[in-house]
Structures are given as structure tokens and as C-alpha cells.
């Protein structure tokens, strides 16, 4: 399995940043996918999944600012962030996984990426 997230930068509070994550040598179709953000001194935390049914769960602190999408021809998960915080400063990891039974499953990590909101 490999996933490769891409996309981090430098931002703006307020601004926009887009990560991608390529994944490969998974059944990416059926995969359910996710978002993982570490800030420093804080634990790893999910902050937005989607399964193979393009349903998508967020954690409370980015609902209604941050959109997980999945392009399945590309084997490619998006995370859109906009109104960022600089709260939101962490590192971003991808991650694959399944969809059973109303629960996630989650397997491999992919490397990350570094987004810093800040003025």
C-alpha cells in the first residue's frame, strides 16, 4: 500500500489549502479513506472519512469548513479546507481503511503533510 499526500503550505487565517492523497496498490473503490491531523504536543486525531459510498463523517471542530471527496478514476482522496485557523496548524495524514457495519476500520497511514496557518 502506498498513499502520498501533497498539498501542504503555508496559509493565511482565513485562507484555503486543498490536500490530495494518491493512493496505490489498494482496491481504492472500495476502500473507505480518511484524514488525520497531529498538532504539536497533541495526539493524533480523524478529522474527516469517507467510505466507498461517498458518505463522509467530520469532527466537530472542521464541520462546515473542511470538504472530503474521493475521485476514484485517480485512486485520489481531496481534503478542501477554507476559513482556516490557526488551530488547524498540524500535520496532515492520509489513511485507508473499510466501511463495516456503520463503523470504520483503518489500516495504513501514508507520509505526511505540513499545513501552518498562520499571519
Known amino acids: 500500500v502506498q498513499l502520498q499526500a501533497s498539498g501542504g503550505g503555508l496559509v493565511q487565517p482565513g485562507g484555503s489549502l486543498t490536500l490530495s492523497c494518491a493512493a496505490s496498490r489498494i482496491a481504492f473503490s472500495i476502500a473507505a479513506m480518511g484524514w488525520y491531523r497531529q498538532a504539536p504536543g497533541k495526539q493524533r486525531e480523524l478529522v474527516a472519512a469517507i467510505n466507498s459510498g461517498g458518505s463522509t463523517n467530520y469532527a466537530d471542530s472542521v464541520k462546515g469548513r473542511f470538504t472530503i471527496s474521493r475521485d476514484n478514476a485517480v485512486n485520489t482522496v481531496y481534503l478542501q479546507m477554507s476559513s482556516l485557523k490557526p488551530e488547524d496548524t498540524a500535520v496532515y495524514y492520509c489513511?485507508?481503511?473499510?466501511?463495516?457495519?456503520?463503523?470504520?476500520?483503518?489500516?495504513?497511514w501514508g507520509q505526511g503533510t505540513l499545513v501552518t496557518v498562520s499571519s
Open positions: 489513511r485507508e481503511g473499510g466501511f463495516y457495519d456503520g463503523n470504520y476500520y483503518w489500516g495504513y
